[in-house]
């Protein structure tokens, strides 16, 4: 287990250093907030009785979602792990006393925290600023915060474990571009990236809530608010678990089979 913290704090330490490329996107999430939030008025001030979730909790969705916009978006992934599979380095890494599926789910999980940490404080402190009910709300209670935390702790580690499915299956692939671009917008789509998924008619969205992808960010932002409470947040809390536990047992599958035979294409 020693080990793989070391990688941990070591991707930590080194994401921790890009405070330049933190700021300019900070800059481009805040502008983009302003952007939904716009959007958002526009459609609540034509009917507001049309909407499953109230002004102030839709708002605060945006601003969270921009704060920690790299704990959960399915396009955050390590450009250094596809490269390793293509170019041959991945040999490299084999010959080391280590699993591969645990030494990547750290530097994964570590990418994202670093991002996150670097970005999501000043946003909430602007968006805590911008007029209600157009900005960041308090939370519905001292319960729902200390739900919201628990819930993005999983909602992060699920992100982790399926895009960890992503590297596992650009083993048996001559490029992952294709695997790429496609569940990045499966995952955008179906976590509520796009247009929470409360907005979807119910049918639809009661399907997207049993997926994987609602378990991301769709719990922990509608927990903060309280859009999300009682049984029906028990219920997508229990889901989390099982996707989490689900997910890592399906990678560390495909690592096996992965690994029975691999044939290094470059180096």
């Known amino acids: ?46 009917d ?20 920690f916009l790299a704990l959960f978006m399915g396009w955050i992934m390590e450009n250094e792990i596809f490269s390793s599979i293509l170019d041959g380095n991945i040999a490299y890494e084999l ?6 599926y645990p030494m990547w789910y750290a530097r994964s999980l570590a990418n994202r925290l670093s991002k996150a940490a670097l970005r999501c404080v000043p946003i909430l402190l602007i968006a805590l600023l ?11 209670g001292a319960k729902s915060f200390l739900w919201f935390l628990c819930t993005m702790l999983l909602g992060v580690l699920v992100t982790v474990a399926f ?29 509520g990236a796009i247009l929470p998924l ?18 991301m960010q769709n719990v922990p932002l509608r927990a903060y608010s309280g859009d999300l409470s009682g049984t029906a947040l028990q219920k997508a809390i229990l889901l989390q678990l099982f996707w989490l536990f689900a997910l890592i047992a399906l990678g560390r599958l495909l690592e096996r089979f992965a690994l029975k035979k691999v044939i290094v294409q470059g180096g």
Do not use: H
């Open 1 to 46: 287990m020693k080990k793989y913290l070391s990688f941990f704090r070591l991707r930590l330490n080194m994401g921790m250093q890009y405070r330049t490329a933190a700021v300019a996107g900070m800059v481009t999430q805040f502008v983009w907030g302003i952007m939904e939030v716009l959007a958002l008025r526009a459609f609540y001030e034509s």
């Open 48 to 67: 507001p009785t049309a909407f499953p979730m109230t002004l102030p909790a839709a708002c605060s969705y945006v601003w969270l979602q921009q704060a």
């Open 95 to 100: 010959v080391r006393p280590i699993r591969i």
């Open 130 to 140: 911008v007029p209600a009910p157009y900005g960041l709300s308090a939370p519905a």
């Open 163 to 191: 895009t960890m499915l992503i590297y596992m299956l650009s083993f048996f692939t001559l490029s992952p571009d294709g695997l790429r671009i496609v569940f990045m917008s499966v995952i955008e789509f179906c976590q």
């Open 198 to 215: 409360p907005f979807f008619p119910d049918g639809i969205r009661q399907f997207m809530e049993l997926l994987p992808f609602a378990s």
